[in-house]
C-alpha cells in the first residue's frame, strides 16, 4: 500500500508543480496584487487606488456595461442558434451533411487573429464586401467601424460566427445520446415533431445547454482578442471595449499592475456568481 | 571605466560631423514603426560610410506595438529590448516614471550639453529628469493641412481663402458636391483624437498644463476646439478613418484634404506616388479669422535601453542620425520628417521647391509655422487621459452630451480620477 | 403512406432552405479569406466586388515574409505547440491516471481545488504569470515563458482521470499481481488503452497552443520570438504591409488546423464534446 501511495505522489508531482507554480500561485499573488498601488515605485499597500477606484471608474463601468450587453444579446442568440443548428444537423433529411458540419464546425480552428483580419477587410467601410452587398441591395451602408452600435453588432456577429459552431458540436453529442426509443413512443402516440422538440428534447437536453451557457458566459467575460484586433482596440471610442480589454490597457498599456489585478478579481467574481446564477435557474424541480 | 567614457564623449564632440577617432563595430536593432522606420533605415548608408562596421537592423512593429512592447519589455526587467527605441515625446514621460532603470542616461554616452542646445527646449522639457537625458529629440510635427488640389480646383475653393473652421465647412460642402464620392477629410473617430489634439493646441490647450501639475482640458481653448471638431463632423465634411483607412482613401482619391503634422508629407508622397502633382498644402485654419494657426502633433525620440549589449555603437548610431545636419536631412528629404534640430533647419533644400507638390516650397510652408507653435506636456499620465478623451469625444460625436463643455469636465473628473491631479481653475 | 413523403418532402424543403443559406453566409469568411489572399491590393481596395480567387497568393506571400520572416513565426508555432502538446498529455495522463487509480491522502483536495479553480477566467492570472516569468525569472523571449506555463491547464487531467477511471480494474490488478511495476502499468497498460482519448485530447491541446494569442503576444516582446498569430496580430496596423499579405498569413494559420479537422474529425468532435459529458 505505501509502495502505491508513493507511486500517487509520483505520478501526480510534476503536474501539481506546473499547477502550484503557474496556477494557484498567481490567483492568490493577483489577490494580494489587488491592494498596492504600483503606478511609482516602490509598491505600497493602498486599495483605495485599486478597489476604491473600481466603484466609482466610469471607463471600467462602461467596459462592464458592454460586457454585460454582449452577454445579454451574444449568448442566448448563440445557444439558441447552436441548439438549432444542432437538431437540424442532427436530422436524417439533411444532404451533403459533411459539407454542412464543415461549415458551421470550421470556425472552431480559426484563429483570432486569422478570422479578425478577415473580418476588419469585409467589413471595411468604403471598400468591404459586406458594405457592397448591402448596397448592392439598395440598403444604406453601414459605418462598422465609426458607429458604436454597428461596431457592437459586428463585435456580435464575429464571435457568434466564431463559436456557434462549437456549441453545436457540444449539445450535438448530447442530442446523440437520447436514446430513440424515446422519440418512436412519442410519435406512435402521434405527438407532432415541435411539440417532442419543446417536451423531450429540450428538457433532457437541459443540462447540456446549460453547461454551453456557462461556458460561454466565461468566454465573454474574457473577450479580448476580438475587439482587441477586429475594432481597433475597443472603438470607436470604446464603445466595444470589454472587460478584458480593459483589463489588458490598465495591465500593459499603462502598467497599472494593482488595478488591473482588481479588475481580474471583479472579472472572475462576475463569471463565477454568473454561472452560479445560471445553475440556480436549472436546477432540477424538486 | 569614468574615465573612458569621458574619453569617448570627447572624441564624439571633437569629431561630430567629421570621422570618427575609433570605429565602433557589432550589431544593433532599432524599433520603430511606418514612415519612421523607413527614414531610420535611410541613413543607415550615411551612417554605414563613417562605421562600416555596424550593422543596424531596423525593425518596423508600428506605433502600437513599440510603446507595448517596451514598457512590456521594461516591466520584464529590460528582457528582449532592442539596440534603440522609438518613442513618441508625448507618450515618453511614463518610461522615466516608472523605470528609470530601463534606460541610459545618454549623458553618460557622450550626450553633451552643447549637442542637447541644439535641439529647441520644448523637445527636450519631456525627455529629461533632473541631470539625466533618456532620450534625443527626433522630429517635431508641425500641423499643416494637405489638400487635393485638383478637387478643390473643381470645386472653385481655394485654399489661401480658408481662414476658419467655419470657411473650411463650406469649402468642404462645396468640394462634395463638385466631387461625387469624395468627403472633405477623415479623422480617426474611432482610436484616436488626434484632431482634437491639434486644434486644442492651436488654440493653446492640452490634456494637462505645461508643469504637468494640473488638468486642463475643460478650460475654455479646449472646449472651443471639441466644438470646432463637432460642428465639422456634424456637417459630414469629416467622417472616420483610421491611419490605414486615410491612406486608403488617399490612394482611392475619395479623400479631399488630410490634416496630420508635417511628416505625413513622406507618408503620402511614398504611398501615392502616382498622384503627384496634385497634392499640396496650406496652414489650418482657425477658430477665429485672425486666430493662431500653427501646432504641434506627434514628434518623436531616440533613447537606448541600458540592456543593449552594445551602447556605444547604438550611440553612435543616434547621434548620427539625429545629431547632424547630414542624418536629419536625409530623413526629411525621403521620409518628410521635420528636423528637431535647429541646425539642419538651414539646409538649403528647405528652399527648394518640391516636383511631388506641383512645385510648391512646402517645406518653407511648414517650417514657418515652427516659431508659433504652442508647448503641450504629454506627462506619464498621456496615455490614461488620452484614453479617456477619445471615449468621451465618442460619446459627445454621438450626441450624448449637452454640450462641449459638459462632455470636457466629465473627461475632466475622469482623468483626475485616475490620475489624482486637481483641475486648474 | 403518400401523404406521409408528402410531408417529408415539405419538411426536408424547409430544412435546406434554412440550412443551405446558413452554410454560405458561414462559409464566406473562409471564403474570402481565400480570395483576398489571392488579390492584388488595389483590388483588395476597390469599388468592384470581387468573390473569386485571382493569381497573387505567391506575390503576396514574398511580401508578407519579406515584412516578418511569417516563416519563422510558423516553425516557432509549430514547435511550441507540438513540445505543448506532448509536455502536457504526459503530465496530465500521469496525473488522472493517479487521481483515477490510487487512493491517498490528500487526494479530496487536491482534486477539490482542481475543480474548484477551473471556472476561473485565465485572465485572473495573467498579470502575475507575465510578473513572474518576465520579471521575477527573467525568462521573457523564451522558450520556456511560450511552451511551460500555459502546461497548468487541467483540462487533460479531469479528462483523462475519466478515460482511466473507466477502464476494468481487473486488468491492472492482474498486472500488478504478476509483480509488473507501477509506471510500467501506466505506460504499458493503461496508456495504449487510452488511445481514442489521447487523440482527441492531443488534438484539442495542439489546437489551443497553436490559435493561444495573449500570452505569447505579452510574454515574448522580440519580432524573432513572435508565434503566428502574433506576428500576424502585429500587421493588422501598420502601414507597409499588404493586406493581401496578412490574408496569406491568415491562410497559412487557417488551413493545417482546417485539414486536422477533416482529416481527424470524429477525435476532433469527440474532445470538444468531452468536456461536457461530466
Redesign the interface.
Known sequence: MR???R??????T???L??A???????V??FY?SFLAT???PWRFNPGMTWG?LV????FA?ALKNTLIILVIQVPVMIALATL?AV?LN?Q???ARG????????????????????????F????G?VN??IT?IGLPRV?W??S?TA?MALIIMAVT?RWV??NA??I???LQAIPNDVYEAATLDRVS?PRQFFFITLPLLKP?IL??V??SV?GT??L??EP??I???G?????T?TL?LF???Q?????N?GY??AV??T??AL??FI?LVNLWIGRSPK | MRTTLGGAALALVLTAGAAPAFAQSGEITVWSWNVAASALEATVEGFNAEHPDVKVTVQDLGNDQVFDRTLAGCAAGGGGLPDVLSIENHEAEIFWAQFPDCFTNLKELGYTEEIASGFPEFKRVELEVGDAAYAMPWDSGPVVMFYRRDFYEKAGVKPEDIKTWDDFTEAGKKIAEANPGVVMTRADFNGDAEWFRMIANEQGCGYFSNDASSITINQPACVAALDAVKKMYDAGIITAADWNEKIQANTAGTAASQMYGGWYEGTIRNNSPDLAGKWGIYRMPSVTADGPRAANLGGSSLAIPTVSKNKKAAWAFVNYTLGTNEGQVTMLREFGLVPSLLSALDDPYMQEPQPYWGGQKVWVDILETLDEIEPSRGTPFFGDADGIMIAVQTRYLTGEFASAQEALDDAANQIALVTGLPIAE | MRSKSVSTLRRSIALHAVMVPLAIVWLFPIWMMVVFSTMPENAIFSPNIHLIPSDRFWANFNVLQGDTNFLRAIFISVVVALVYTVLSVMLTSMAGWALARYAFIGKGMVLTIILGTLTLPYFVVVIPQFIMVARDFGLANTWFALIVPPLFNSLGVLFMRQSFSMMPADLFDAARVEGVREWRIFLFVAMPLARPTLAALSIILFLASWNNYLWPLLINNRPDMMTAPVALGSLIGLTKVSWGGIMVGAVLLTAPMIAVFILLQRHFIAGIAAGAVK
Open positions: 509502495m502505491r501511495t507511486a500517487a505522489y509520483g505520478f501526480l510534476p503536474y501539481l506546473i499547477f507554480a503557474f496556477w494557484v500561485w498567481p490567483i499573488y493577483s496584487l503606478r511609482i515605485q477606484r466609482v471608474d466610469p471607463a462602461n443548428l437540424l436530422s433529411l439533411l444532404r459539407i454542412m458540419r464543415f461549415a458551421f464546425f470550421a470556425p472552431v480552428v480559426v484563429g483570432e487573429a486569422a478570422y479578425a483580419a478577415v473580418f476588419r477587410l469585409m471595411n467601410a468604403d471598400f464586401v457592397k452587398l448592392g459605418d467601424f465609426a458604436p461596431a460566427w459552431g462549437y458540436i457540444i450535438l453529442s448530447g415533431k447540456i453547461f454551453c456557462v461556458l466565461i467575460m474574457q479580448f482578442a482587441f484586433l475594432t481597433n482596440r472603438g470607436p471610442g470604446g464603445a471595449e478584458g483589463l489588458y490597457r495591465g500593459f498599456t499603462v502598467l499592475f488591473a489585478s481580474a478579481y472579472i472572475a463569471a463565477i454561472s
